[in-house]
């Protein structure tokens, strides 16, 4: 039978987290490098000291802690997650994949397990992006995708910078904010959306993440009389994008379920009710987890823009902003996952992650999979955001048989 973690331990420390920066609609403020995020660290460091863990910083403030491994040399499976919030946060958001970590350190210590190879929880830094506008930040610098200079010298809205705070809070480490070589990572999280729930789920296992691709686009037409200008003829920008949101709605539900449309960021020129507006813009969020059929609905989005826009004499132009590509998660983690799901009998579905995680960058640089739980109503950024200590917990009996499923299919650890 497959060991379980101890789902009470986990919920109190949750509880407890969440008391840190609690706001008075029942969530948390945490935002990344203030004094509330050093204090969650604070009390989950005391927590993983206890349980025999050593911790180290690296320059970028990512948090490491060990269990050791009776061959301490080898790659360490890494268990990581975040524990800054949104200004309005909710309970568990990036907490419940620390302190899941930490369950399945504690419970391999409860069970007089020892591994060949080490186990670390991962603090990533400022994975929330909210105070500090790089979301996954942490993450970012440690796989390379973000120089760490940059990252020092990004701003919050009173001027401080991520590394005077990094500095003030003693978090500018020592370890190098590059990446050591670790066997695997494993990152436990809710949902964040409302498909488990609904489904009647208990466990996601997430073999990807959604790629997206943000686009800015300007119409430019010609201003006109709203009165006097007949209807035929005018060269109006928003009758374009009238068009082009109805196109792309619809070429968006071609490709359902996994395809999302996000038109955002409208803005006019001049604004005026009177006058047919020169120039409307406005941004588009495209998603899919599969890059052929991305760039697919990219393709249908510029012929979309170019039909609607010729009959009506306006120009159209479209700049890409962002670039995220699809994440695929490595197999033999994925698989892990998979046989730890099977292993304890929870209903179950392979699924992507519509939300960017620390994951994501990880997984550039490392065998990488992720564990999801459902949330109520799929809320999440939300200080409502909740789950069940019984989800909670199923979630943590996944984790631990996935790395435990790890160990053995690593080194053969006999102990495992
Ligand atoms: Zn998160």
Known sequence: MADRVDGKRLWSRLMAMAEIGATARGGSNRQALSDEDAAGRALFLDWARAAGCHAQT??????????PGRDDALPAIMIGSHLDTQPTGGRFDGAYGVLGGLEVI??????????????????????????????MMGSAVWSGKLGLED??????AAGRSVGEELDRLGWSGERRAERNSYASTFELHIEQGPILEREAVDI??????????????????????????????????ARAIAGI?????????????????????FTSRPTSPNTVPEALSCSLDLRHPEASILDEMEGRFREIVVSECGPLGVQGEITVDNDSPPVEFDRVC?????????????????MVSGAGHDACYVSSKCPTS???????GGLSHNEAERITSEQAERGANVLLGAVR????????DADV
């Open 58 to 67: 690296d320059e970028i403030g990512n948090l490491f802690v060990r269990r």
């Open 106 to 135: 504690e419970t391999l210590n409860d069970l007089g397990i020892s591994s060949q190879a080490p186990v670390e929880v991962v603090v990533w830094t400022n994975e929330e992006g909210s105070r500090f506008q790089h979301s």
């Open 151 to 156: 990252a020092r010298h990004l701003m919050d």
């Open 204 to 237: 996601g296992v997430v073999t990807g993440v959604q790629g997206f691709r943000w686009y800015t686009l300007d119409l430019i037409g010609q201003p006109a009389h709203a009165g006097p200008t007949p209807m035929e003829g005018r060269s109006d920008p």
């Open 245 to 265: 949101i109805s196109g792309v709605y619809s070429m968006a539900a071609e490709f359902e379920p996994w395809s999302r449309a996000t038109f955002a960021q």
């Open 334 to 350: 994925t698989d892990a996952v998979q046989a730890s799901v099977d292993a304890l009998g929870y209903s179950n579905k392979k």
């Open 370 to 376: 992720m564990i999801f739980v459902p949330c109520e």
């Open 405 to 412: 499923a790890m160990m053995h299919h690593l080194i053969g």
